[in-house]
């Protein structure tokens, strides 16, 4: 029987024996190649995801800037709830629907320095809360 033979330099040669040693070589090549093939179907090699990193890898975004925005933001979100009620609709107003100070303190009937004295306080209690 004849059996080849793979150097790591990538030759191969075919080599005679006899059929015994034969059989034990196909079945070992066998085993080997079971357990390798048992092994990695279930694992992930570094090598296969590093490759695949420009696909997953978006270099427009930055993690680092992002993950800090958001942590920000949370602190933010948590100082707006211990505001009181009026406070928290007055920022509401003013910050994420667009109202002017002026218009406010015609709703509220009340002048345009009342609200921006009003917003200053708040801005206080806000800095107190996050720091």
């Known amino acids: 029987m004849k059996i080849n033979y793979k150097f790591v330099t990538g030759e191969v040669i075919e080599i005679e024996v006899e059929d015994a040693i034969g059989e034990s070589v196909a079945e070992l090549e066998s085993k080997t190649y079971k357990l390798d093939r048992k092994e990695t179907r279930r694992h992930k090699s570094y090598s296969d995801d590093n490759d695949k990193r420009d696909i997953f890898m978006d270099d427009s975004v930055d993690v680092e800037e992002d993950a800090l925005r958001r942590v920000e933001n949370a ?51 806000l800095k107190k809360f996050i720091n």
């Open 75 to 125: 602190r933010l979100m948590d100082a707006l709830k211990k505001l009181l009620p009026q406070q928290r609709e007055l920022v509401q107003k003013v910050f994420f629907e667009g109202v002017s100070e002026t218009e406010i303190a015609r709703e509220m009937g009340v002048s345009q320095q009342a609200i921006s004295k009003q917003l200053k306080a708040i801005y206080i209690k």
